[in-house]
Each structure stands twice: as C-alpha cells, then as structure tokens.
C-alpha cells in the first residue's frame, strides 16, 4: 500500500471533501477542482486549500469561493443526455435505504478525516452503487431519486419531526405526506 506523495496530499484530502459535500464521485471531484482553479487562475495546490479551508468552516479568498461555488452547482446540476423514455423496476426500498445510511455515514467520515483513503475509496464504491441503482450518471441526482423513493429526509439533512415525514421543501410534490407506490405499499 503506497502513501500519497506529501505535495499531493492537500488535493487527495480536497477530493475526498469534495466528494461528501457535493455529493459526487471522485472523478467528478477531481474536475470541479480542475475548473475552479481554471476560472479563479489559481494552482491546483491554492485550490485544494481553498476547499479544505471550507470544509474547515473558513472562507477561500472571493475569486476561488465564487468558482468553487459554480463549479459545485455544475457538478450537482449535470444533466443525462436526453434518452428515449423506457420502464425500469425500481430498486428495493430496503436496500436503497441501507445505502442511502451507509452513504451518509460516509460522507461524515470523509469530512472528519478528508486524509483516510480507504474512507473515500468507500464513499466512491457508494456513490457509483447508488448512481447505479437508481439509474442516474449524477450523484446529486442518484441521492435526491432515493431519497425521494423513500419519501426520506432531503439529501442527508435533519428532518424535525424524525424521519417518518418529508421534509418541507417546495421542489418535492406532496411535502410532509406519505405517498404509495406503485406495488401498494406506503412509503414513508
């Protein structure tokens, strides 16, 4: 097992930050890196303290925060190519929603120790089984379907009230309901 070489340390520790807050995989990490040093002409090793001092609770200089910033949105909002409409089965609700506990947990590990590899290794092999599952190439995406199928807590935020309600957001139909699926059963 190799270490990452110290001059590296800094972007590997920002790629997995990146990772748990956007959400997304590590490949996608890697390029929000590469575009906000790009849009804020910035190093790549200026960049990646950027993020790492976000991650901190600090605030990157006004040029990379406002790059960084785009370049998360993008990463979040990046759409599939149009495709044309087919029927899937949806995954099983028991299993996503072990996945989607595991992926939380995950993320919270990844931002407490940004330096454990085998952490981010994890919440990649997560990310790309839940990207998966719920048939999206978007990570942002593949989380909100689950969460959603679920009628579970929006993108890994706390929910008052505990986590048998939805949360009251105005992009989600029936905030706050409990909703049936397709085979009959009640979703919470």
Request: net charge neutral; with cysteine; hydrophobic share 40%.
């Amino acid at each position: 097992m190799s270490e990452t070489p110290p001059q590296h340390a800094p972007a590997e520790r920002a790629v997995t930050v990146l990772m748990a807050m956007v959400p997304c995989g590590a490949d996608t990490a890697r390029q929000i890196l590469a575009a906000t040093a790009r849009a804020a002409d910035a190093g790549p090793r200026e960049t990646a303290e950027a993020v790492l001092a976000l991650a901190g609770g600090g605030t990157p200089q006004t040029p990379l925060r406002q790059a960084l910033a785009d370049a998360m949105d993008e990463a979040r909002s990046a759409t599939a190519p149009v495709t044309q409409p087919y029927t899937r089965l949806l995954p099983d609700p028991q299993a996503i929603g072990a996945l989607l506990k595991r992926h939380r947990g995950l993320r919270s590990r990844a931002l407490a120790a940004p330096h454990d590899l085998a952490v981010r290794n994890e919440l990649d092999d997560a990310t790309y089984t839940l990207c998966i599952l719920m048939g999206q190439r978007n990570a942002h995406t593949a989380l909100r379907s689950a969460e959603l199928l679920l009628g579970t807590e929006w993108l890994g935020t706390n929910v008052p009230g505990g986590a048998d309600r939805r949360p009251e957001h105005p992009s989600l139909p029936g905030s706050g309901t409990r909703q049936q699926g397709a085979t009959g059963r009640d979703f919470p």
